[in-house]
């Protein structure tokens, strides 16, 4: 079974700080890595895609990624309210070649004003 | 359009009738996928489709469920003599060729009473 591991959460951070969202997945074979963010109620969207192992930076979100430890990160700064939501991690299935997506099962952000 | 359109957003039906969801890809996205989310849990992968073809169907939960594709474009998920654990959000997604970034679609909510 492969599996995607995120922490549930609640993550409370305050406004301004640096929100670090973490993923593990057991998939050796997976060369893709996505982060989406779900508001409550809506559908995901695509914030940030990675493959190459190191930092990936885009505006406030950067990602990390370490294929030896099989870890992903997302790196919100200068949190925002407007960033509450919930945080999907996703992965390749590495031994499918369709591009179909494992999810973890989400960590709640909550940014404070 | 722009995205990933999906009809109807809310689907309410009683337990042992068949429904039909629709999703309309990103125009000249080929690859369409199907997830289910239930309530407090992760995207289920569900079927996709390259084109027309379905090479990957590993995740339709049972053979009450069947989907197609036609002319490339818009998908139709259904779901016959549904029970009440198919309540659910079900999402489509889409991406383009040579690539296995996915956009999602609002999503259809299923309450089967």
């Known amino acids: 079974q492969k599996e995607v591991e995120q922490n549930s959460g609640p993550l409370s951070v305050p406004e301004g700080a640096i929100a670090s969202l973490n993923c593990t997945y057991s998939d050796r074979g997976s060369q893709s890595f996505f982060w989406y963010r779900q508001y409550s109620g809506k559908s995901p969207e695509l914030i940030m895609f990675?493959?190459?192992?190191g930092d990936k930076e885009d505006g406030r979100f950067t990602a990390q990624l370490n294929k030896a430890s099989q870890y992903v990160s997302l790196l919100i700064r200068d949190s925002q309210p407007s960033d509450s939501a919930t945080y999907l991690c996703a992965v390749n299935d590495g031994s499918s070649n369709t591009g179909k997506l494992i999810f973890g099962q989400g960590t709640t952000l909550q940014v404070k004003p | 359009g722009a995205g990933v359109s999906q009809s109807p957003s809310n689907k309410v039906t009683e337990k042992g009738k068949d429904v039909e969801l629709r999703c309309d890809p990103i125009s000249g996205h080929t690859a369409l996928y199907w997830y289910r989310q239930s309530l407090g849990q992760g995207l289920e992968f569900l079927i996709y489709f390259q084109g027309n073809s379905a090479p990957d169907k590993s995740g339709l939960p049972s053979d009450r469920f069947s989907a197609e594709r036609t002319g490339g474009s818009v998908s139709t998920l259904t779901i016959q003599r549904t029970q009440q654990e198919d309540s659910a959000v079900y999402l489509c997604?889409?991406?383009?060729?040579?690539?296995?970034?996915?956009?999602f679609g609002p999503g259809t909510r299923l309450t089967v009473l």
């Open positions: 997604a889409s991406s383009s060729t040579g690539t296995d970034t996915q956009y």
């Open positions: 990675i493959y190459s192992n």
